[in-house]
């Protein structure tokens, strides 16, 4: 439970919209090879895949946050 707060935080700490993308980016692809990895069977720790995947969904509900922020500014 202590390390999904630490992620939420983590997540709100990149401020701009464009480094909230660029991380997502970096998840995505993280992801990719932490897949290809665990196909190959090389992968030590399959757990990565799950906290990943929890990670790309906590960048993307922030990046939607600061687009409505955007949005509402813009009002």
Do not use: F, Y
Request: no cysteine; glycine share 2%; proline share 1%.
């Amino acid at each position: 439970m202590a390390t999904a707060k630490k992620n939420v935080k983590e997540a709100q700490e990149v401020k701009t919209l464009e480094q909230l993308r660029s991380a997502l980016v970096e998840k995505q692809n993280d992801m990719i090879i932490a897949k290809r990895s665990h196909q190959a069977g090389d992968l030590v720790n399959p757990r990565v895949l799950t906290v990943t995947r929890k990670e790309i969904a906590r960048l993307h509900t922030a990046i939607r946050a600061a687009e409505l922020a955007e949005q509402k500014e813009s009002k």
